[in-house]
């Protein structure tokens, strides 16, 4: 269970800092792009999944515009994305979100990195949340194998996917 008191001081604390930024930087300033993507995923965390989704997609614009569309940070913010449209239960566009960030995170980064394997354990979700679940059995053997190699058998993030996993069958 999160720490809302904790979780509500850490937005108003980020979002004076953010404030204070854009008087200094301009509102539209790519600097900005990651303390709002960090701002998105408290307004997600807390269940402010409106603020969430309009913060998330300010900070793509910010990424797209600075890094391009193709860039591995671009593709962390439409994960975070799809992490919001699964919880509001829109997984076809959680789907879409998740392979647009796998694609390009895979194409930048290797198939053996950990954000490949993160955008893989969400895409699970949701496939497994739409009945699909030998795609999602795919997907998290694939998550399962990065993790294992890149964080070892001994980290939380492995366990939970090992879990996830083993809930499939």
Known sequence: ???LPALRAERAELEQSIEARQRELGPD???LANDIRALGRLAHELGDFQDAQSL???ALALHTESMGAEHPETATTINHIGLVLHDLG???AAAAAFERA???DEQALGREHVNVARDCNNLAGVLRDMGDRFAAREALDWALSVYMAQLGPDH??????KRNR???G
Do not use: E, N, Q
């Open 1 to 3: 269970m999160p720490d």
């Open 29 to 31: 300033h790519p600097d």
């Open 56 to 58: 998330l997609h300010r």
């Open 90 to 92: 829109d997984l076809d």
């Open 102 to 104: 796998l694609a390009l």
């Open 156 to 161: 939380p993030t492995t366990i939970s996917v």
């Open 166 to 168: 083993s809930l499939l």
